[in-house]
């Protein structure tokens, strides 16, 4: 059974930095990324990367400040953000996409096979 487990979720302000951590428990995966939801919306893209050869990808509200990795060895995923803004609060996801890679449509959610359980991330003005 595929567990993703994030982590590392919290409380910052306007400007500040979080990393978030996907730590998943077999299998390796073609893709990798994250998405982010708030209340009454749809599930957002954020990043994705081809765990094979490291090509990466990002929403353009993000690109500049936010990075995603892969660590192969401890096929654990992250997410680096900094500079965050009030609108980059939301619960964030770990989505594991197993098969061919992503094409062109990474950011839609039926891509991915397996999902965390989500961590929130609240960003104050």
């Known amino acids: 059974q595929v567990q993703l487990v994030e982590s590392g979720g919290g409380s910052v302000q306007a400007g500040g930095s979080l990393r978030l951590a996907c730590a998943a428990s077999?299998?390796?995966?073609?893709?990798m990324a994250w998405f982010r939801q708030i209340p009454e919306a749809a599930r957002e893209g954020v990043a994705v990367?081809?765990?094979?050869?490291?090509?990466?990808r990002y929403t353009d509200s993000v690109k500049g400040r936010f990075t995603i990795s892969h660590d192969n060895a401890k096929n654990t995923l992250r997410l680096e953000m900094n500079s965050l803004k009030p609108e980059d609060t939301a619960i964030y996801y770990c989505?594991?996409?197993?098969?061919?890679?992503?094409?062109?449509?990474?950011?839609?959610?039926?891509?991915?096979?397996?999902w965390g359980q989500g961590t929130q991330v609240t960003v104050s003005s």
């Open positions: 989505a594991a996409r197993r098969g061919a890679p992503v094409g062109g449509n990474w950011s839609d959610r039926s891509s991915y096979n397996y």
């Open positions: 077999k299998y390796t995966f073609s893709n």
């Open positions: 990367i081809w765990t094979d050869g490291g090509s990466t």
